[in-house]
């Protein structure tokens, strides 16, 4: 039995369908490649795939996580070749790594998330944002309301954003985003918009940013890592 971590792509053709779509695709796709999965025990057996975290809906991403177990070791070419002969339009392999016993699921070892957010809002067009990224980073305090499924509560998020750059070109406004994303903490990268907009004191309008997750990162001797380096010896 082998353990193995894929990176892939979740494109614009299928950005408005769900998590649970998406494992469905890969079951499919995993039986139609004829891959030797192996299966849970019990009473209703199931492919035994662990996705890294899911992606919001409507979001595009070139960077999720799924890890599976093959009851016989495959080379890692052989893997992505056979999956991407059978994956639908928009979702694409990227690579295939071997996993180290000792490593983590990818849910449990994800710890941050990096995004793209595309803004066409010609109201920042005339603000200096490397300055007021800079004042905004500069707060002790970036107090937003904040959900869970349990309560809402008024949540200081300062220490859950490491990284905001201004990476605009070409008549483009972009923004990179590095947020917290564990089981114990977690922003999300609307809501770090909006906060931002906030002390901007311009209206939030979430339809003026297109977002793309671009990386899932794990923690490594105290650095931020994807999730495919430092997991096996040999990474395709």
Do not use: W
């Not at 295939?96 to 990096?114: G, Y």
């Not at 605009?168 to 770090?192: D, P, T």
């Amino acid at each position: 039995m082998k353990k193995y971590r894929i990176k892939f792509e979740k494109g614009d053709e299928i950005r408005f369908i769900g998590h649970l779509d998406v494992m469905r695709i890969f079951q499919k796709s995993i039986r139609r490649a004829e891959l030797p999965i192996c299966y849970s025990n019990g009473f209703n057996p199931h492919q035994e795939l662990y996705f890294a975290n899911p992606l919001n809906l409507g979001m595009t991403s070139s960077a999720e996580y799924m890890d599976f177990k093959l009851s016989e070791e495959i080379s890692p070419s052989e893997i992505k070749e056979k999956l991407n002969e059978v994956l639908p339009k928009g979702v694409l392999v990227l690579s295939v790594v071997p996993l180290s016993e000792n490593i983590k699921t990818s849910m449990a070892d994800v710890c941050a998330a990096s995004y793209t957010a595309e803004i066409s809002d010609e109201r920042l067009s005339n603000i200096d944002l490397d300055e007021k990224i800079k004042e905004f980073l500069a707060l002790d305090e970036i107090i937003i309301l904040k959900k869970t499924k349990r309560y809402t509560k008024d949540t200081n998020i300062r220490n859950e954003i490491f990284e905001i750059k201004n990476i605009s070109e070409n008549g483009k406004l972009r923004l990179h985003l590095c947020l917290a994303l564990s089981s114990i903490v977690s922003l999300k990268a609307e809501l770090l918009m909006n906060a931002f907009y906030n002390f901007l004191e311009i209206p939030f309008d979430k339809y003026l940013i297109r977002y793309e997750r671009t990386e899932l990162l794990r923690m490594d001797n105290g650095e931020r890592k994807p999730l495919n380096v430092g997991v096996s010896e040999g990474c395709e």
